[in-house]
């Protein structure tokens, strides 16, 4: 049997690596990949605890799941704002997305 601590290093270097491509990156696709690699990371998390901590319950599984609704949606949506900006201002490169600017 894997140790637990062994699937909380492997999601501490996943939350790690999706950081590092959000403070890193200038494409937003990029960026929102780099936020779906954090979410897998917490689950990874929730479903260590949950087969370790108390594997006889569901509620790791279920949280798991709800991160995974979260993450479509914040897929969809992200990916519906890139497009709309890219129709809009013809670049992806959050740094030249100035909407709030006059």
């Excluded at 999706?18 to 960026?31: E, F």
């Excluded at 260590?48 to 509620?59: C, D, S």
């Amino acid at each position: 049997m894997i140790p637990l601590s062994w699937y909380l290093i492997v999601a501490a270097g996943l939350f790690s690596l999706g950081m590092y491509g959000v403070l890193s990156r200038k494409n937003m696709v990029a960026i929102l990949m780099s936020v779906e690699l954090m979410l897998n990371a917490i689950n990874i998390n929730l479903i260590a605890f949950w087969r370790y901590l108390n594997p006889e319950q569901v509620t790791g599984q279920a949280f798991a799941i709800m991160v995974f609704a979260v993450s479509a949606a914040e897929v969809a949506v992200g990916l519906a704002l890139v497009i709309s900006l890219y129709r809009r201002r013809k670049t992806v490169i959050a740094e030249n997305v100035d909407l709030m600017k006059w």
